[in-house]
């Protein structure tokens, strides 16, 4: 389907949701937020719409629109913030990275990893810290590809693959080659690094999916002796946001969103007093 007509179609539903319900709507990415979302905000008002850009547009449509009591959530990326502040992001790179920093990945690194081997590795959080700092070894990448339209296809290459399963060493050089080699890119490996080494951090820290390709290759072997096949970055992912709800819902970006929540649903019962 393509973007522009499954943004239609949200459109449409959110229409015929507000036709029949004067309530609020939330809008978010995919249906992994969804799912996430739904045990701390009411089922009835999350909408999908596909991508990032999805949302922004049908936040901007509907408020064009003058309907009210409409918000949203976006991964942060490496992208710069909308300019709407019905639009809020996660509590770091993305959903996954915001969940990390909460310790969920932590307690499924203790739960799925060998109790011996996670010890001598100075416990989960160390280990997780650890993969944090791989994470922002991509992160960096990623950030310069964004900021330079170099067109490297992080789709196509894990960063797993360039990872000793034993010690945990990253391979950024093979790394970036293996970028440059997938993609038609007229960047060299120079290039690359020279940018990399001008590069300021910011406060969201690595893309969490990263972060979960290398918990993948520690619970192989430094951590645990998983198969591949059990401890892929999409089983992670999945683990993941299927145990934080107890994590979420007690932070402090949770009360912000049902606070957002609260004010949209008081744009629609109170509208003139918006207004004013």
Same mark, same amino acid.
């Given at each position: 389907?393509?973007?522009?007509?499954?943004?239609?179609?949200?459109? +449409?539903?959110?229409?015929? =949701?507000?036709?029949?319900?004067?309530?609020?709507? /939330?809008?978010?990415?995919?249906?992994?937020?969804? *799912? %996430?979302?739904?045990? =701390?905000?009411?089922?009835?008002?999350?909408?999908?719409?596909?991508?990032?850009?999805?949302?922004?547009?049908? %936040?901007? @449509? *509907?408020?064009?629109?003058?309907?009210?009591?409409?918000? @949203?959530?976006?991964?942060?990326?490496?992208?710069?913030?909308?300019?709407?502040?019905?639009? !809020?992001?996660?509590?770091?790179?993305?959903?996954?990275?915001?969940? %990390?920093?909460?310790?969920? *990945?932590?307690?499924?690194?203790?739960? /799925?990893?060998?109790?011996?081997?996670?010890?001598?590795?100075?416990?989960?959080?160390?280990?997780?810290?650890?993969?944090?700092?791989?994470?922002?070894?991509?992160?960096?990448?990623?950030?310069?590809?964004?900021?330079?339209?170099?067109?490297?296809?992080?789709?196509?290459? +894990?960063?797993? #693959?360039?990872?000793?399963?034993?010690? $945990?060493?990253?391979?950024?050089?093979?790394?970036?080659?293996?970028?440059?080699?997938? #993609?038609?890119?007229?960047?060299?490996?120079?290039?690359?690094?020279? @940018? $990399?080494?001008?590069?300021?951090? +910011?406060?969201?820290?690595?893309?969490?999916? +990263? %972060? /979960?390709? !290398?918990?993948?290759?520690?619970?192989?072997?430094?951590?645990?002796?998983?198969?591949?096949?059990?401890? #892929?970055?999409?089983?992670?992912?999945?683990?993941?946001?299927?145990?934080?709800? /107890?994590?979420?819902?007690?932070?402090?970006?949770?009360?912000?969103?049902?606070?957002?929540?609260?004010?949209?649903?008081?744009?629609?019962? =109170?509208?003139?007093?918006? @207004?004013?």
């Amino acid at each position: 389907m393509s973007t522009l007509r499954e943004l239609d179609r949200v459109e +449409d539903r959110i229409r015929q =949701h507000r036709q029949v319900e004067k309530r609020p709507v /939330l809008l978010v990415e995919g249906p992994d937020d969804v *799912l %996430v979302m739904r045990p =701390h905000i009411a089922p009835e008002i999350v909408f999908a719409a596909g991508t990032r850009s999805n949302v922004i547009r049908a %936040v901007s @449509a *509907l408020q064009e629109w003058g309907m009210p009591g409409v918000r @949203a959530i976006i991964d942060a990326d490496y992208d710069p913030r909308p300019a709407n502040e019905a639009i !809020f992001s996660y509590d770091a790179r993305d959903l996954e990275g915001m969940l %990390v920093r909460m310790g969920v *990945l932590d307690l499924i690194i203790d739960h /799925l990893g060998s109790a011996e081997k996670i010890k001598k590795l100075n416990g989960a959080s160390t280990l997780v810290a650890k993969l944090i700092q791989l994470g922002e070894e991509v992160g960096a990448l990623r950030a310069s590809n964004r900021e330079n339209g170099w067109g490297l296809p992080f789709r196509n290459v +894990d960063p797993a #693959s360039k990872t000793d399963i034993r010690t $945990l060493v990253f391979d950024r050089d093979r790394y970036i080659r293996a970028l440059i080699q997938a #993609s038609e890119t007229e960047v060299t490996f120079g290039e690359i690094n020279d @940018a $990399l080494s001008t590069l300021a951090k +910011d406060e969201l820290g690595p893309n969490g999916k +990263d %972060v /979960l390709s !290398f918990a993948a290759v520690a619970l192989r072997n430094a951590a645990g002796t998983l198969h591949k096949e059990a401890c #892929s970055s999409a089983v992670l992912g999945a683990q993941l946001r299927s145990s934080c709800a /107890l994590e979420l819902e007690r932070s402090e970006w949770m009360t912000m969103i049902r606070t957002a929540v609260d004010e949209a649903s008081n744009e629609i019962t =109170h509208p003139r007093s918006m @207004a004013e």
